[in-house]
């Protein structure tokens, strides 16, 4: 007998209205069968690509392709949910047009994780839908993130938990595999102000803009550089987990403006992972920039669109965007 007693469906029954509720027990629902399909691994079948690209020129894993199945055929079919955009998919998918909800999704992010038998989760970011009786199309989810009334993932690790917010702080549910239920662990999820930990791609140094060099020559210096203390770097190389460990212990995670790839301003997707790790971060009373705006105050041009992510820790996130500002960085990485 463990101290948890309250399951996501009584949570929800609390906290969401019907519609919500509806979108996200669907969403938990198909989450589980996802968790299933890990914890077989090989024996199901579902380890290595699929044999295709995605709409961002990524090779798809089976996984990757199995979960987007499960995730599009449910939330299409559910009565509250006007239209679904897949981070997999080129297009939106029209869903109910009485609906109210419009969700997206990155079905399974940290893909390349599979096949090591490391961590990997479902993101998710729910926004409204205002055009009853009418089929949603892509200009319907183009929507600056502070629009989202609900966000979160699903984390496949040693235990498959939930993150949710309802824009009322963080609540954090474990699943239960005997009652086969999300339960509450934790409703009000809290990240501290300062930090000594930081996650960013090192290998990247090269095309990082001179201020994201500058923090982090200061946090590599430690206790002999500028900012006087140690820093350590943990990075696990899939955001939901980097992200997880924010939101568990603290810390600040980067993915930053690059000139890697002609054309990309970042590698992350604002509507299928910024924003939505965005809204759970504030919500836990962190901060999430793209180190020179909030990125939840972005209005997205395309469904696809990238950004640069710096989030967590709130001091450490306004250190980097000040070391922007000094620079005169504008948001789209020119100098003003
Ligand atoms: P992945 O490509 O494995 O799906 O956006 C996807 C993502 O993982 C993030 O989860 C992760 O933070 C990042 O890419 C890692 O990319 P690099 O290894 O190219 O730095």
């Not at 299409?76 to 981070?87: I, K, L, Q």
């Not at 590599?220 to 696990?236: E, I, M």
């Amino acid at each position: 007998m463990n101290a948890y007693s309250t399951t996501l469906a009584q949570y929800l029954e609390q906290h969401a209205t019907d519609a919500l509720a509806s979108a996200i027990t669907t969403l938990a629902t198909a989450s589980i069968s996802i968790s299933h399909l890990l914890d077989k691994g090989a024996l199901a079948g579902i380890h290595g690509e699929a044999g295709n690209q995605n709409v961002q020129g990524e090779a798809q894993k089976k996984l990757d392709v199995i979960s987007n199945d499960l995730l599009l055929s449910a939330l299409t079919h559910n009565p509250h949910c006007a239209g679904v955009a897949s981070e997999e998919l080129d297009e939106i998918s029209p869903a109910n047009n009485d609906g109210t909800l419009l969700v997206t999704f990155d079905p399974l992010d940290g893909s390349s994780n599979i096949d090591i038998n490391m961590t990997v989760g479902t993101i998710f970011s729910i926004l409204p839908y205002h055009r009853q009786g009418q089929k949603a199309c892509e200009d319907d989810f183009l929507q600056a993130g502070v629009n989202q009334v609900a966000a979160g993932y699903f984390i496949y690790g040693t235990s498959t938990m939930l993150a949710l917010t309802l824009g009322r702080g963080v609540a954090m549910f474990s699943f239960d595999p005997s009652s086969q239920a999300y339960v509450l662990i934790n409703d009000k999820v809290t990240i501290n102000h300062s930090t000594q930990e930081y996650a960013i791609n090192a290998s990247n140094r090269r095309y990082w803009l001179p201020p994201v060099q500058e923090y982090i020559d200061g946090l590599v210096a430690g206790d002999t550089g500028v900012r006087g203390k140690d820093f350590n770097t943990r990075w696990v190389a899939a955001m939901i987990a980097d992200v997880h460990r924010i939101l568990i212990r603290g810390g600040v995670f980067m993915y930053p403006y690059d000139t890697k790839i002609a054309g990309k301003a970042g590698k992350l997707r604002l509507m299928y992972e910024a924003n939505p790790m965005s809204f759970v971060i504030e919500q836990a009373g962190g901060a999430s920039t793209d180190a020179v705006q909030r990125i939840m105050d972005i209005t997205p041009t395309h469904i696809h669109q990238r950004v640069p992510v710096v989030l967590g820790a709130k001091e450490e996130v306004e250190y980097i965007k000040a070391l922007h500002d000094k620079a005169g960085i504008l948001a789209n990485g020119d100098k003003a």
